[in-house]
């Protein structure tokens, strides 16, 4: 090639020798990304992440939902994969997202708990963490969340803006809490929302975080970007505009309704407000939800760019029970055992749904066991980004693109839970094992389930294999870090030096 360009004289040549250095890069290129499977076009797809909070397994129409339906959760469904076998990072909200974040699961993440800080905010990531969105802005993307962070305080390292070139919503997951808030965050300047001074209802915040995460789009297409849409909706307190709660009334069967903080020094600073129609609430909220989901990827159609956006759907974690919600009712968590803040399958196993039109084959399924913390590397290897070190996930690529012989497995997920006494729960293969009460009664036996054979964890096979058990037991002992600040006291959950 070099002697080549050497013999190249006058325009001519150099015109020819331009074409034949170009032809030769262009070769390459598209070499790359055959050995990645995929197709010969730009390969640096948008990706949009909308992270419900709160809902369940069960709580999809495509999934046997049956007291309301979520028309364009299924019509993601059928235009891109549904994974039967994902787990959320955490059961409860901050570790959960941290693990998203970080490509770590809770053994290793930096936030291990819902820990406040007051006036307003959660214990932040450190700034040396791993982080997704950083890792994308190195690839060029610009970056945006809208909703609920709950990883960091205004102003400290882990504020959204030292992650986001865009933020719009609650900076504290505890504030997060209420849909019709007294203030918002629109980057770093915290907005009043005079329409609900007081203890008025002028102004549904989801509405607002929705306009502006549209707007977010729209002034991005003809760039690369990463929308993050951790939405409040369908967490607790229960509220939803009339326009919503109407549509159910008279269709679901009411419970009880819900007494709650509707005045005094705490209002709409964390405690949830009273809500006489709980189930309606709930209804209302979840077709909302999925009215927005529909309305993000109508967008992606008017602007040309569906076809070149990758969209993924999930949940933090599993139905919760607060506020007056009634996930029995709705069997939210589509008979797995547990709710939120419980390591059983009903408390951290959710819905995933990932869309990608000409990549992922439309209407498939993936029983592929995966978490949170795989994310990272998946976008990383899809956006060609060097994989942050001391990260815990794997790429999920290969299954995307349908290549499952190339798709890695995990040796075991790993989850802990700092509150109830203590939580540990470690699934490897076919086989998991849960522990409770790890503090306060270190010596307690784990229990012992096979998720193929009882997916329902109702049959405790410790007494049965024992050999299993111990090895699981073992697994649990070595796969976390020590954190000074989530720290499990007994030195049998410390990791072996």
């Not at 959320?88 to 909200?93: A, D, F, Y």
């Not at 547990?338 to 196993?349: M, T």
């Amino acid at each position: 090639m070099i002697s080549y360009a050497r013999n190249c004289t006058g325009l001519i040549g150099l015109i020819l020798c331009a074409v034949f250095l170009w032809s030769l890069l262009g070769i390459r290129l598209i070499h790359a990304d055959d050995s990645l499977g995929i197709s010969n076009r730009d390969k640096s797809p948008n990706i949009i992440f909308i992270l419900a909070d709160d809902l369940g397994y069960g709580d999809l129409s495509s999934t046997g939902q049956k007291y309301f339906k979520t028309p364009n959760l299924d019509r993601m469904a059928e235009q891109g994969m549904f994974f039967s076998q994902h787990y959320s990072g955490s059961t409860v909200c901050a570790p959960s997202r941290s693990c998203l974040i970080t490509g770590q699961h809770t053994g290793h993440t930096p936030i291990r708990g819902n820990k406040e800080i007051l006036p307003e905010g959660q214990h932040p990531l450190p700034e040396a963490a791993p982080s997704l969105p950083i890792t994308l802005s190195k690839a060029g993307y610009v970056t945006g969340a809208f909703g609920k962070w709950g990883l960091g305080f205004p102003g400290s390292e882990g504020d959204p803006m030292k992650h986001f070139d865009r933020f719009y919503g609650y900076n504290c997951q505890r504030i997060g809490h209420h849909y019709y808030p007294h203030a918002i965050w629109d980057n770093d300047q915290q907005v009043e929302l005079a329409p609900n001074a007081g203890s008025a209802k002028g102004v549904y915040a989801p509405t607002l975080i929705h306009d502006q995460t549209l707007q977010f789009i729209e002034d991005n297409r003809d760039r690369r970007f990463f929308c993050y849409v951790p939405t409040v909706i369908p967490h607790a307190e229960l509220a939803a505009p009339e326009a919503y709660m109407k549509q159910f009334r008279g269709a679901i069967e009411e419970g009880l309704p819900y007494e709650g903080y509707d005045e005094g020094v705490d209002f709409r600073n964390g405690p949830y407000q009273s809500q006489p129609e709980p189930r309606v609430a709930f209804a209302a909220m979840v077709s909302l939800l999925d009215q927005q989901v529909g309305e993000i990827l109508d967008l992606l159609e008017k602007l040309g760019i569906s076809d070149n956006t990758l969209v993924v759907f999930s949940s933090d974690n599993g139905p919760h029970q607060e506020g007056g919600a009634d996930p029995e009712f709705f069997r939210s968590n589509a008979g797995f055992r547990g709710y939120k803040r419980d390591l059983y399958e009903g408390g951290i196993r959710v819905p995933l749904i990932v869309c990608w039109p000409g990549e992922i084959e439309n209407g498939s399924r993936s029983d592929h066991i995966s978490a949170f913390w795989d994310f990272l590397p998946t976008f990383a290897e899809i956006v060609g980004e060097v994989v942050p070190e001391g990260i815990d996930g794997i790429s999920l690529l290969p299954t995307l693109l349908g290549e499952d012989d190339k798709q890695i497995k995990h040796d075991y997920l790993y989850w802990e839970f700092h509150e109830r006494g203590g939580r540990i729960a470690l699934r490897q293969g076919d086989w998991k094992a849960v522990k409770y009460d790890v503090l306060e009664n270190p010596d307690r036996p784990a229990e012992l389930y096979n998720l193929v054979a009882d997916p329902g964890e109702k049959v405790n096979l410790a007494n049965s294999y024992p050999e299993i058990l111990s090895r699981l037991e073992s697994l649990m002992k070595s796969a976390r870090t020590e954190s000074d600040v989530f720290t499990f006291q007994h030195k049998q959950y410390n990791a072996e030096k």
